[in-house]
C-alpha cells in the first residue's frame, strides 16, 4: 500500500529553523516529482516547493531564499529545510509524489507552528 510519511514539524519561534522530512512507501511505478505542500486554517492548499527526480526545483515565491527542497532518490525521501521562519509560515506541512503515471499520493501532514 502506497504511503508517505512526513516527520520533523513542531514549535519554533520566528527567524529559528526546522527541517522537514518524507518518506515514500509502497509506490509501485518511479516517482517523478516529490514536492511540499502547505494548508493554514481557513486558506486553500498552497505549493511550497517541489524537486524532480532530476533535481529540478520550483518554490512558492514566499520562501525563495528561505526553504531548500531536496530529495534522496535512492531511499525515496524528500526533505524541505526551513531557515528563517515567519509566523505566516504557520500551516500543515504535506508531502505529495507524483509517480511517472501521474498518480499523485499525499501524506497526512506534520504541524509547523512559528510563534512571534
Known amino acids: 500500500q502506497a504511503q508517505l510519511r512526513e516527520s520533523g514539524g513542531g514549535l519554533v519561534q520566528a527567524g529559528g529553523s526546522l527541517r522537514l522530512s518524507c518518506v515514500a512507501s509502497?509506490?509501485?511505478?518511479?516517482?517523478?516529482?516529490m514536492g511540499w505542500y502547505r494548508q493554514a486554517p481557513g486558506k486553500q492548499r498552497e505549493l511550497v516547493a517541489t524537486i524532480t527526480s532530476g533535481g529540478l526545483t520550483n518554490y512558492e515565491d514566499s520562501v525563495k531564499g528561505r526553504f531548500t527542497i531536496s530529495r534522496d532518490n535512492t531511499k525515496n525521501m524528500v526533505y524541505l529545510q526551513m531557515n528563517t521562519l515567519k509566523p505566516e509560515d504557520t500551516a500543515e506541512y504535506l508531502c505529495?509524489?507524483?509517480?511517472?503515471?501521474?498518480?499523485?499520493?499525499w501524506g497526512q501532514g506534520t504541524q509547523v507552528t512559528v510563534s512571534p
Open positions: 505529495n509524489a507524483e509517480s511517472v503515471i501521474a498518480t499523485r499520493y
Open positions: 509502497g509506490i509501485r511505478f518511479p516517482i517523478r516529482t
